[in-house]
């Protein structure tokens, strides 16, 4: 089942233009068979990233939303503390399970990633580092399999039906 996605980059420095962390996540998403329905880029406020957020929140078309950047620890990296109101419910696996993976590739500097995942209103959320290698880390090796109804014995996108019961 194709799920539409959308993807928000967060950045003060990038532009849709040179966003390659973007750019993968739309081509891994399509090459899954999944639809883009939109694609935006915010500055690390807040206050805008709740607004593009609580605007795909409400959307019933909106089955997933990626963000990339901003989950660091630097003064202007506030994307979980914009995030983590939003959510009815947090997916704590998902951010431990990420680390444990990125380990293999960054080793101890993955602690600083404050990475996570939740639902919205029926909608997966899923907060990632911006870097390259950190989306194609969590796409290949956690969210494709998750939003494939084919992966066993478990997946996400079989319990999207049930998430407003």
């Not at 997966?124 to 956690?142: E, H, I, N, Q």
Request: a negative charge; aromatic letters at 4%; glycine letters at 8%.
């Amino acid at each position: 089942m194709a799920l539409s996605i959308a993807l928000l980059t967060i950045s003060d420095t990038r532009s849709l233009a040179d966003d390659s962390s973007g750019d993968q996540l739309q081509r891994s998403l399509e090459a899954a068979g999944h639809r883009l329905h939109e694609r935006q880029l915010c500055l690390d406020d807040c206050y805008q990233i709740r607004r593009e957020l609580s605007r795909w929140i409400a959307d019933p078309a909106v089955d997933v939303m990626i963000t990339s950047g901003g989950t660091g620890l630097t003064g202007r990296d506030g994307t979980p503390e914009a995030v983590v109101p939003l959510l009815d419910k947090t997916i704590e696996g998902f951010g431990e399970l990420f680390r444990v993976l990125s380990f293999e590739s960054i080793g101890t500097s993955t602690l600083q990633s404050r990475c996570l995942a939740g639902v919205a209103n029926g909608t997966f959320v899923f907060v990632l580092p911006g870097s390259l290698d950190a989306v194609t880390t969590a796409w290949d090796k956690l969210i494709r399999a998750q939003l494939d109804e084919q992966t066993r014995p478990c997946n996400l996108a079989q319990l999207r039906a049930r998430l407003k019961e």
